[in-house]
């Protein structure tokens, strides 16, 4: 399962900050959700967010079938998420090294976006 918070608000050209005040949700809450798509909500955040937006649950959150979802990293291009290679060797710094470029590429947008 995942959350699909930082497409919905960037979709909906909604800050993090906005999604914050307007589900009244703790901030590190509201901040974890828009910045970790494995971080589910409980049932009382979820609640918020829902009523908050007038929403139903399937729109912010995904089911996958990687129970991990340890090689899944965000796609800058449209919010989605790219699902890396598992490397059989104990060297996987390559497969490092490339998403940690994909994430770089995200960071970038995303203050490019907030000037």
Same mark, same amino acid.
């Given at each position: 399962?995942?959350?699909?918070?930082?497409?919905?608000?960037?979709?909906?050209?909604?800050?993090?900050?906005?999604?914050?005040?307007?589900?009244?949700?703790?901030?590190?809450?509201?901040?974890?959700?828009?910045?970790?798509?494995?971080?589910?909500?409980?049932?009382?955040?979820? +609640?918020?967010?829902? /009523?908050?937006?007038?929403?139903?649950?399937?729109?912010?959150?995904? @089911?996958?079938?990687? $129970?991990?979802?340890?090689?899944?990293?965000?796609?800058?291009?449209?919010?989605?998420?790219?699902?890396?290679?598992?490397?059989?060797?104990? +060297?996987?710094?390559? /497969?490092?090294?490339?998403?940690?470029?994909?994430?770089?590429?995200? @960071?970038?947008?995303? $203050?490019?976006?907030?000037?």
């Amino acid at each position: 399962m995942l959350n699909q918070i930082h497409a919905f608000i960037e979709e909906r050209g909604i800050t993090r900050y906005r999604f914050w005040q307007d589900t009244q949700l703790g901030r590190d809450t509201a901040y974890r959700l828009c910045n970790d798509p494995t971080y589910i909500p409980t049932g009382s955040v979820l +609640d918020k967010i829902c /009523s908050a937006y007038k929403i139903q649950p399937g729109e912010i959150l995904i @089911w996958h079938e990687d $129970k991990t979802n340890e090689n899944l990293i965000p796609n800058p291009s449209d919010s989605s998420f790219i699902e890396t290679s598992q490397s059989t060797s104990t +060297d996987n710094s390559s /497969s490092q090294t490339d998403a940690f470029k994909v994430l770089q590429g995200v @960071w970038a947008d995303s $203050k490019s976006k907030a000037s």
